[in-house]
């Protein structure tokens, strides 16, 4: 397929599209888009692979989500409706499933995997570190780059990046500040922008600052609806509205911000 756009990270396989997920990769293809299908525990990266084996516009991302990594957290579009009890298992990562799954040529990240102490509670740190490092660990076996979300722990981060990490990748939905940013970028780090740049200000200093060759677009689907579909379900075909606002706040030329966006896409995910 001979794509112009490529979402960086997206979730099709979760619950909020199954009334209608084929129609919406469909969609993805009609707007020339190709997708970073990531999981974030073994079921939805098990789903992310088979669809990227199934569609030539799609790759997976596999790993195990920091807040997964303990039982508190539900998300219904992500896991459907019910309790919690029954669907967040605060999964062990088990290095031999996700190696398994790995093997997949189509497998070009390992991730989101992370740190997110925006709801910590009582060890989970120590899990969330322990579980980053072996994830790390298997990118650097696997030569593949990571694919981080890290929330309000910027600092431990890195420093496990810089102890651990053989291999580079992509910070996923970048929401510190420009210094933070800049250390990413020194590690050779992208940082991805999702729709959020279309409803606020936040982010403009850095998207103007980074190289341009080190952002990549994504769409988070079915999380943080661009500007003008606020209100409904995102979806990957968004995706060229990130690239459009990226381009504006830069003051670059459209075409010119597309196809860096996705040759660098090419680069950090190997694809031919
Ligand atoms: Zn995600």
Same mark, same amino acid.
């Given at each position: 397929?001979?794509?112009?756009?490529?979402?960086?990270?997206?979730?099709?396989?979760?619950?909020?599209?199954?009334?209608?997920?084929?129609? +919406?990769?469909?969609?993805?293809?009609?707007?020339?888009?190709?997708? #970073?299908?990531?999981?974030?525990?073994?079921?939805?990266?098990?789903?992310?692979?088979?669809?990227?084996?199934?569609?030539? @516009?799609?790759?997976?991302?596999? *790993?195990?989500?920091?807040?997964?990594?303990?039982?508190?957290? @539900?998300?219904?579009?992500?896991? &459907?409706? *019910?309790?919690?009890?029954?669907?967040?298992? &605060?999964?062990?990562?088990?290095?031999?499933?996700?190696?398994?799954?790995?093997?997949?040529?189509?497998?070009?990240?390992?991730?989101?995997?992370?740190?997110?102490?925006?709801?910590?509670? &009582?060890? +989970?740190?120590?899990?969330?570190?322990?579980?980053?490092?072996?994830?790390?660990?298997?990118?650097?076996?696997?030569?593949?780059?990571?694919?981080? @979300?890290?929330?309000?722990?910027?600092?431990?981060?890195?420093?496990?990046?810089?102890? @651990?990490?053989?291999?580079?990748?992509?910070?996923?939905?970048?929401?510190?500040?420009? #210094?933070?940013?800049?250390?990413?970028?020194?590690? &050779?780090? +992208?940082?991805?922008?999702?729709?959020?740049?279309?409803?606020?200000?936040?982010?403009?200093?850095?998207?103007?600052?980074?190289?341009?060759?080190?952002?990549?677009?994504?769409?988070?689907?079915?999380?943080?609806?661009?500007?003008?579909?606020?209100?409904?379900?995102?979806?990957?075909?968004?995706?060229?509205?990130?690239?459009?606002?990226?381009?504006?706040?830069?003051?670059?030329?459209?075409?010119?911000?597309?196809?860096?966006?996705?040759? #660098?896409?090419?680069?950090?995910?190997?694809?031919?």
């Amino acid at each position: 397929m001979d794509f112009k756009y490529f979402d960086a990270h997206t979730h099709v396989q979760f619950v909020a599209y199954d009334p209608d997920r084929e129609e +919406t990769i469909e969609r993805a293809r009609e707007a020339s888009v190709a997708m #970073n299908v990531v999981g974030t525990q073994q079921d939805t990266s098990a789903a992310a692979v088979a669809f990227a084996e199934k569609y030539d @516009h799609i790759w997976a991302s596999i *790993g195990l989500h920091p807040i997964h990594t303990s039982k508190s957290y @539900h998300d219904t579009k992500e896991l &459907g409706e *019910g309790g919690k009890e029954f669907t967040s298992r &605060g999964e062990v990562f088990d290095k031999e499933y996700y190696r398994a799954l790995g093997a997949s040529e189509r497998v070009i990240a390992i991730g989101e995997c992370g740190l997110d102490y925006y709801r910590l509670e &009582g060890d +989970t740190k120590d899990t969330q570190h322990r579980t980053f490092i072996e994830q790390i660990e298997l990118a650097n076996e696997l030569s593949k780059p990571l694919m981080l @979300h890290i929330r309000n722990a910027y600092d431990d981060a890195i420093a496990l990046v810089k102890a @651990h990490a053989k291999v580079q990748g992509d910070m996923h939905f970048f929401a510190g500040g420009w #210094n933070v940013a800049r250390r990413f970028l020194d590690l &050779g780090f +992208t940082l991805s922008f999702t729709g959020v740049l279309t409803f606020t200000h936040d982010y403009d200093e850095i998207v103007k600052n980074a190289p341009l060759d080190m952002i990549l677009s994504e769409t988070d689907a079915p999380y943080i609806t661009p500007v003008p579909h606020r209100g409904k379900r995102n979806e990957s075909a968004f995706v060229p509205l990130v690239v459009e606002r990226i381009a504006a706040i830069r003051g670059e030329a459209p075409e010119h911000v597309r196809t860096q966006i996705l040759k #660098n896409a090419k680069r950090v995910f190997g694809l031919a």
